[in-house]
């Protein structure tokens, strides 16, 4: 069942006001303008036992992703794919509001916003991933962390599982004897099958005025907030709106627009980190 | 895998005989349930769903209770019954997320500072599935809340808007949605227009999602003319009398 949240961050009323008025008049708390990200600081493969790994911190917002690779059987009605999970955990270091437990409503919304905008695009070549058509396949089991909630964070949950992805190697198969696979999980073979990039641009609303990229404190006072999934070639892979309020339809032209522009600079540093791994994988430094 | 049926035919009808702009058959009830303070039954085509709501009544545990507006609890479950597999009765992810999406569309237009202390519970039973289960379920929920009396700002319409054979359709179905390139769910509060729910499972061009907006807003509207010819029909039937 899901019910009106009652734990949400308390924010004495003076400031929420400020956040309000500031945004109305086109500014921010944090100085930032209107569509501009928080700083994106990233890690490649922090976690080298997983299959592929990444960290992304979106402004505090800190989001680890570890993909592992394992033998499985396919879904009966796909027989010649792999299979790709994406799960997401809200553990409870990361903010005073989580408990531990299975994962609540907004972390399963969070994954299943992630894994459809992976898997309408085919953003992973799914039938590349087959061992033994219709006995034997690698599942890619993709997990996202949240390890510090400030706000937004499936944006910084998408960018950190497009880097994991990219990230992950398929293990060897040493030998196949009658639908028995055996693999060398420390030799790596292959990059696993990627197709496109895919990012998403999550935009809050407040009586009409939009801000890219929210903090935690903002997202408290929006009205609403729409998520949208935007690949490389620039078409739309997903929307979910989540919030309270109702959106006019007449915004909806100029939220894509901005969601459409502002996916370019998040798809521009994918290339970069993706063309200099060496840059990216320095032991981390978490400040 | 079973061989993609013709989804989009030669006379540009659709699998079902449909115009692309044509809804399913609709049909509303309300004030079906003896116990639920308001309660409703909407098939959309072969889809049918029941909604019930109780409340505003006193929160159960207590300490849930909100000093300045009524709790609202909504729950959208799919009977094991209702799909050609059978469903586990336990929630699915699936049904969780739809909870939550259900739930936040309803809260933009329930006056729940009217009630503090109180829960207004919504329950949304999916009794067969052949798509459009969440759409149908919100206006289900919508109508219910109108039965139970509850003060909303307006009622919301559901209706999903589909990509199928490189087609927008309006009101997707099961076969439909399976098969397609696109599903676009939307819950629409025609009278103050604005949009309550929006999710897009699918890809889509720029121009696409337009005309996908547009057509979701004209079917949501036929819907929303019924929903209101629904009530009308059972509660001045109540005054004349």
């Keep these: ?287 | 895998m079973i061989e993609k049926p013709v989804l989009i035919r030669d006379d540009g009808l659709r699998h079902d005989g449909r115009r692309p702009d044509e809804l399913r058959p609709i049909k509303m009830q309300v004030g079906i349930l003896k116990n639920a303070d308001g309660s409703a039954y909407v098939e959309y085509g072969k889809t049918k769903v029941v909604a019930a709501v109780y409340g505003p009544r006193e929160v159960h545990p207590r300490h849930l209770a909100l000093p300045d507006r009524a709790l609202i609890r909504c729950r959208y479950h799919m009977a094991p019954f209702s799909t050609s597999d059978r469903k586990s009765p336990a929630p699915s992810r699936r049904e969780i997320e739809l909870s939550k999406v259900i739930r936040e569309a309803l809260e933009a237009v329930i006056f729940s500072e009217l009630f503090p202390r109180t829960s207004i519970d919504i329950f949304i039973e999916v009794l067969q599935a052949d798509g459009g289960t969440r759409t149908t379920g919100l206006t289900a929920a919508s109508l219910a809340l109108a039965d139970a009396g509850i003060p909303m700002r307006d009622l919301i319409a559901g209706v999903a808007v589909g990509k199928v054979d490189g087609v927008l359709v309006l009101d997707i179905d099961e076969l439909e949605d399976e098969y397609g390139e696109a599903d676009m769910p939307i819950g629409y509060a025609a009278s103050i227009d604005e949009i309550m729910l929006l999710q897009l499972n699918g890809v889509l061009t720029l121009e696409e999602f337009r005309r996908a907006i547009e057509l979701a807003k004209e079917g949501a509207r036929k819907i929303y003319d019924q929903m209101k010819k629904t009530l009308h029909d059972k509660y001045l039937k109540i005054i004349e009398k």
């Design chain 1, 1 to 287: 069942m899901s019910l009106t949240p009652t734990k949400q961050p308390i924010i004495p009323r003076i400031k929420r006001e400020t956040i309000k008025s500031l945004i109305k008049s086109g500014e921010r708390i944090d100085g930032r303008k209107p569509e501009e990200f928080r700083k994106i600081s990233i890690w490649l493969n922090p976690v080298p036992k997983a299959e592929g790994s990444a960290l992304v911190k979106l402004g505090d917002t800190t989001v680890m992703t570890g993909t592992k690779l394992e033998i499985g059987t396919p879904f009966s009605d796909r027989p010649d794919e792999g299979v790709l999970q994406v799960h997401a955990e809200f553990v409870p270091l990361a903010s005073p509001s989580f408990e531990p437990g299975p994962p609540d409503e907004n972390a399963i919304e969070a994954a299943r916003v992630v894994d459809r905008c992976l898997r309408e695009p085919r953003a992973i070549r799914l039938e590349d991933l087959v061992i033994i058509p219709g006995k034997k396949v690698w599942l890619v089991f993709n997990d996202i962390y949240l390890l510090d909630h400030d706000g937004n964070v499936i944006d910084a949950s998408m960018l950190s599982t497009m880097l994991s992805l990219n990230m992950a190697k398929i293990p060897k198969i040493v030998s196949i004897e009658d639908d028995n696979v055996i693999i060398e999980k420390t030799v790596k073979e292959r990059p696993l099958p990627i197709n496109l990039n895919v990012v998403t641009v999550s935009i809050g609303l407040l009586e009409g005025y939009m801000i890219v990229d929210p903090t935690l404190e903002e997202e408290t006072v929006l009205d609403t907030k729409i998520v949208v999934g935007v690949d490389e070639k620039g078409r739309i892979v997903g929307i979910q709106k989540t919030g309270m309020e109702g959106i006019k339809p007449s915004q909806l032209d100029d939220l894509i627009d901005l969601a459409l522009k502002k996916s370019q600079e998040l798809h521009s540093i994918i290339r970069e980190v993706l063309n200099n791994p060496n840059a990216y994988t320095t032991p981390l430094v978490l400040q």
